[in-house]
Every structure is written in C-alpha cells, then in structure tokens.
C-alpha cells in the first residue's frame, strides 16, 4: 500500500533553514509528482509547491519562491523539503502528498505531516 | 491566481440534516473538466478526498457525498449528517501550474 512518511517535529531559531523528509513506499517515486502543502495554527491548507521526482523539475508557490527548494533523491524513495529564512509565521505542520496524476491532478495520499516550529 | 470563497465559515447541524457548502472560485476555472476537489479534514489526521472533478466521488466515499456545479460556483452536499462528519471541508482548485484551496468550512455536529 502507498505510504509517505515523514521525518520527526524540528525546532528552528528564526533566520534558520529547515529540511523536511517524505519517504515514499508502496508506488515507485519517479512516477508521481510529490507537492508539499502546510498548515500554521488555527489557519487553513497552504499550497508551497511541488517536485516532479523524475526530472527534478519544481513549481513554486509565489509566495515561497526563493525560499523553498524542494529535492528528492530516487535512490532511497525521498523527497525534501527545505525552507529558509525562516520566520515565527512559519511555525506550521508540513505535509508531503503525492499527486494522482493522470487528467485529474487531485492529491490522494498524504504524508503524517511534520511539526516545525520557529521560536527563539 | 484563482482565490476560492468557502461559505459559510461554520455550520453546526444535528446528525440526519443535509450540509450544503459553497466554494466560490474569482474567476472560472481553467478548464472545462472543472479541476475542483473536496477534502475532508479532521484533528490530527491527514486530509481525506473526497470529490474530484467537481463532481466525481473519489473510491470508498459514501454515496450521501456529492459534488456539484462548474466555472465560479461549486457545492458539496452532505445529504445525512453521520457524527463522524465533523470537521474542516475545503474545495481545492488543481492544475495545471497552481493548487489553491479555499479557506475551509467547519462543520460541527450538535
């Protein structure tokens, strides 16, 4: 069965960088996009962007370009997720999702999510 | 960029009523194929599908989920409220450069 699992919560320092994990079993990674969506407290599911796992290729939020990058290597199944920058606004859960490809490009499976919280 | 309108902001109704939500997209969608999807989400758990292309019921939802409309106005509809039902609902536009959810609708279940 497919399953995204996601590396442990972080603490970050603001200014700090933060690189998030997304293990993917069950499916063959090179063959799904992989899109990273957050959410910060008390506030609703925010798009960050997306990695084609077999190119490399990404597409970016607007608003997270140029602090997002977002990597994979196919050799261990994973994908990464690193934010810098970062600001106490940043303090969210990150989920990795793959996306269902196909016509429809809806998301159907989710990472656990990872915690990161930006505090000094 | 689309923004998607969610309405209400809450809705708080008995277990058997029906639960009409509205996702108001800025401007149409992209394409004919209406790219629009419903997700449910709940406390501590990862978002779950449950409608894509505006109107599609993704595999294992029941069929009292339904999705309805095209280019800017779109519905889902809970027809009989179950307890498990509670919780943020989000319409999401897809593809094919952007995915944008709308702010969510929390449903509480009396």
């Known amino acids: 069965q497919v399953q995204l699992v996601q590396s442990g919560a972080e603490v970050k320092k603001p200014g700090a960088s933060v690189k998030v994990s997304c293990k993917a079993s069950?499916?063959?990674?090179?063959?799904?996009?992989m899109h990273w969506v957050r959410q910060a407290p008390g506030q609703g599911l925010e798009w960050m962007g997306r990695i084609n796992p077999n190119t490399g290729g990404t597409t970016y939020a607007q608003k997270f370009q140029g602090r997002v990058t977002m990597t994979r290597d196919t050799s261990i199944s994973t994908a990464y997720m690193e934010l810098s920058g970062l600001r106490s606004d940043d303090t969210a859960v990150y989920h990795c999702v793959r996306e269902s490809g196909g016509i429809h490009d809806y998301f159907d499976y989710w990472g656990q999510g990872t915690q990161v919280t930006v505090s000094s | 960029e689309i923004v998607l309108t969610q309405s209400p902001g809450t809705l708080s109704l008995f277990p058997g009523e029906r639960a009409i939500l509205s996702c108001r997209a800025s401007?149409?969608?992209?394409?004919?194929?209406?790219?629009l999807a419903w997700y449910h989400h709940k406390p501590g758990q990862a978002p779950r599908l449950l409608i894509y292309g505006a109107s599609s019921r993704a595999p294992g939802i029941p069929d009292r989920f339904s999705g309805s409309g095209s280019g800017t106005d779109f519905t889902l509809t809970i027809s009989r409220l179950e307890a498990e039902d509670f919780g943020v609902y989000y319409c999401?536009?897809?593809?094919?450069?952007?995915?944008?959810f709308g702010q969510g609708t929390k449903v509480e279940i009396k």
């Open positions: 999401q536009e897809y593809g094919p450069s952007s995915w944008t």
């Open positions: 401007q149409g969608l992209t394409s004919s194929l209406n790219f």
């Open positions: 069950g499916y063959t990674l090179t063959a799904y996009y």
